[in-house]
């Protein structure tokens, strides 16, 4: 499939390249960021709701995708993170997803790669939380798939979304649902459920898992869900005083569509901009 192995490459490549370079950087004599600051960086960085701005660029191969699982799919996630001061006790954190999708053929071309469908959530969450954080709020998707064969180009989605986490010692537990229904062209009504649990370690390591479960409830029996079973880890580094959050990921999908990808390789590459660093 032309054009399909480039974007995971490059991702793969960044992060296999800069994780020793952000090691080095840590290292240096006289370097910003003390190894507390950076374990704290770790957590933010898999809080969805922090106070923190964060650009997020996620790879997500699919592996043993389409009619006889033989072909690979590849959706790169572009997801930045913003959070807006509202009041003194309120925040609103914005998520935007847009998705860069690789679409293979299955009748022998070249495929097609193009944008798939933006959703923005927008969660209400305390500036200072107790024990349990926590934000709600509407999401909302919209058609700006390129291709009919990388999204809907008619659909418009809105639904309600929530995350409830907590950050017990070296942990960081939570889940995070969201359900959309259409309430403009084509019919649809998808679900996602996101359940997250992160150890961190000294040094800004972590190991993780993250995997993403959906529902499609417009498909025919026995093809609406993706459940995934998997795990990884990651780092926090910094090049300069720039902070960046690097980890890589493999899920198997032991429930799945007929044409779902049997396995997906999640590799991340995000900078962080916490205010403390300006």
Not at 95 to 102: A, D, G
Not at 244 to 254: D, P
Request: aromatic share 10%.
């Amino acid at each position: 499939m032309s054009g399909s192995s480039s974007i995971p490459g490059v991702l793969a490549l960044c992060v296999a390249t800069l994780l020793p370079l952000g090691a080095a950087a840590e290292g240096t004599p006289g370097a910003a960021a003390t190894e507390q600051d950076t374990e704290a960086l770790a957590r933010a960085a898999q809080n969805p709701v922090a106070d923190m701005i964060s650009i997020p660029f996620q790879d997500n191969i699919g592996l043993g995708y389409g009619p006889g699982n033989g072909q690979t799919q590849n959706v790169l996630n572009i997801q930045p993170v913003m959070p807006l001061h509202i009041t003194e006790d309120w925040n609103v954190i914005t998520r935007t997803i847009l998705p860069i999708v690789t679409q293979p053929s299955f009748t022998g071309g070249s495929g097609t790669t193009g944008l798939g469908n933006l959703t923005l959530t927008a969660f209400l969450s305390p500036r200072k939380p107790g024990d349990l954080i926590w934000g709600v709020g509407p999401v909302a998707s919209f058609p700006t798939a390129t291709s009919p064969f990388t999204g809907s180009q008619s659909t418009w989605g809105l639904g309600p979304s929530a995350v409830v986490l907590a950050m017990p010692g070296h942990w960081v537990l939570g889940v995070l649902v969201n359900q959309i229904w259409s309430v403009a062209g084509a019919s649809a009504s998808q679900m996602l459920i996101q359940y997250f649990v992160n150890y961190n370690f000294h040094g800004g390591w972590y190991v993780t898992t993250s995997p993403i479960l959906t529902a499609d409830w417009k498909a025919a029996s026995g093809q609406q869900w993706v459940v995934p079973f998997g795990a990884g880890g990651g780092k926090i580094f910094r090049i300069g005083k720039l902070p960046f959050n690097g980890n890589v990921s493999a899920y198997y999908n032991a429930v799945r569509p007929d044409v779902g990808p049997e396995w997906t390789l999640r590799v991340q590459l995000a900078l962080l901009l916490p205010t403390s660093i300006f």
